[in-house]
């Protein structure tokens, strides 16, 4: 995958323990039924800064190797955005085996606006934890070229940081 342009807008995503250990929850029930699970980070601008403020689970399909948000979800997903004003700050979920993106992870974001943020978690997240979470992950980033970049694992903390 070719490496991110130096560029490209960066926001960094603050994310707290709490918020990864309801997200693993939602990616281990997920992971009994051998079923990928995408959660969404969702949160509000302070500065160069995204705060995330809620993990939502929306409604899905979703199997071994794919995952979709119907319409009708995607609608309240919208709703409750507008309503609370906050926006999709990055977009997690789980995959079987390695961490990469794949074509229906190309097809199926929610998000794809240039900077967005898509991670995915290997093996359905089960050995992951609140610590292991950014070492475990890969992160991908929207670029210009309407593309999923791979962000170089070193680069991560310059994207996502975990608070307590």
């Known amino acids: 995958?070719?490496?991110?342009?130096?560029?490209?807008?960066?926001?960094?995503?603050?994310?707290k323990h709490d918020q990864i250990d309801v997200s693993?929850?939602?990616?281990?029930?997920?992971?009994?039924?051998?079923?990928?699970?995408?959660v969404l980070f969702l949160g509000r601008r302070v500065g160069a800064t995204i705060e995330v403020v809620d993990v939502v689970r929306p409604q899905q399909e979703a199997g071994l190797d794919f995952f979709h948000i119907p319409p009708q979800a995607m609608r309240r997903l919208?709703?409750?955005?507008?309503?609370?004003?906050?926006?999709?700050?990055?977009?997690?979920?789980?995959?079987?085996?390695?961490?990469?993106?794949?074509?229906?992870?190309?097809h199926w974001a929610i998000i794809r606006h240039h900077g967005a943020l898509s991670i995915v978690l290997p093996y359905f997240a089960k050995a992951t934890?609140?610590?292991?979470?950014?070492?475990?992950?890969?992160?991908?980033?929207?670029?210009?070229?309407?593309?999923?970049?791979e962000v170089p694992p070193k680069q991560i903390p310059l994207h996502l940081e975990v608070i307590r």
Request: proline share 2%.
């Open 129 to 149: 934890t609140c610590d292991s979470f950014v070492s475990d992950i890969a992160l991908f980033k929207y670029s210009e070229a309407n593309q999923w970049e």
């Open 24 to 38: 693993l929850a939602h990616f281990r029930r997920a992971a009994r039924r051998r079923s990928e699970c995408v």
């Open 78 to 106: 919208f709703n409750k955005l507008r309503k609370n004003r906050l926006m999709v700050a990055a977009q997690a979920h789980t995959h079987p085996a390695r961490a990469f993106h794949s074509e229906a992870d190309d």
């Open 1 to 15: 995958m070719e490496r991110l342009a130096s560029h490209e807008p960066m926001s960094l995503i603050k994310l």
